[in-house]
């Protein structure tokens, strides 16, 4: 079975720095989708960013960019120039079949 | 455009009782999903659709039934709600199961007492 593992229940962070959320997983499959998603207090569970396994190439959204390692099965995200409204909870997953969560990373920013 | 929309945003009920909940979406996708969401714990599926009229189990069925008679609905129901069901429930939609990504609606919060 999939899984996916978040290390680090809680972060904190000074605003305007950079922040590296780690994740890792386990599949056997080669064909799959990492996802990360931000939910802040409001609950609503957002799309940060995408990364398709078939590409070698780091997604990058704007100040949110992965370090995707295949053969490591790591997915980390990295936000950089941090905001307050980038305090939330962000939650890894992995997707073949469907889609698995992690179970979070608290995310503070402090300003 | 409102995506995904979810009804009510939060409910109290007493322990046997029966509820509803409803899931809209406006983006013509397929496939539909419910989730709960407890503490410490990421989202876990419960059930889902991948067309009108189809539904099938998820990870954590038991105690849930869920309709889908309409394309753009997705109703999961309680028929005798327990205090293990106290959760956020998340309603989501993709155009299919593997390629597209999954959106999100607001969210239920539901206290069973």
């Known amino acids: 079975a999939q899984t996916v593992t978040q290390s680090q229940p809680e972060m904190s962070v000074q605003e305007a720095e950079t922040v590296t959320l780690s994740c890792t997983y386990d599949t056997s499959e080669s064909d799959y989708y990492l996802f990360w998603y931000k939910q802040p207090p409001s609950r609503q569970m957002i799309l940060v960013i995408r990364?398709?396994?078939?590409?070698?190439q780091n997604a990058t959204e704007n100040r949110f960019s992965v370090n995707f390692q295949k053969a490591a099965k790591s997915f980390s995200l990295k936000i950089s120039d941090s905001q307050l409204g980038d305090a939330a909870m962000y939650f890894c997953a992995y997707r073949s079949k469907k889609l698995v969560f992690g179970k979070g990373t608290k995310l503070t920013v402090n300003p | 455009n409102a995506g995904v929309t979810q009804t009510p945003k939060f409910r109290v009920l007493k322990t046997g009782q029966s509820m509803t909940l409803l899931c809209a979406q406006d983006?013509?996708?397929?496939?539909m999903y419910w989730y709960r969401q407890d503490p410490g714990m990421g989202l876990r599926l419960i059930h889902y659709?991948?067309?009108?009229?189809?539904?099938a189990k998820g990870e954590v069925p038991d105690g849930y039934n869920v309709s889908r008679l309409k394309k753009q609905n997705f109703l999961l129901g309680l028929e005798s709600a327990a205090p293990s069901q106290t959760s956020v429930y998340f309603c989501a939609s993709s155009a299919n199961r593997m390629r597209k990504t999954q959106y999100f609606g607001p969210g239920t919060r539901l206290l069973v007492l």
């Open positions: 659709s991948v067309g009108e009229g189809t539904t």
């Open positions: 990364q398709e396994a078939y590409k070698q």
């Open positions: 983006m013509n996708h397929e496939y």
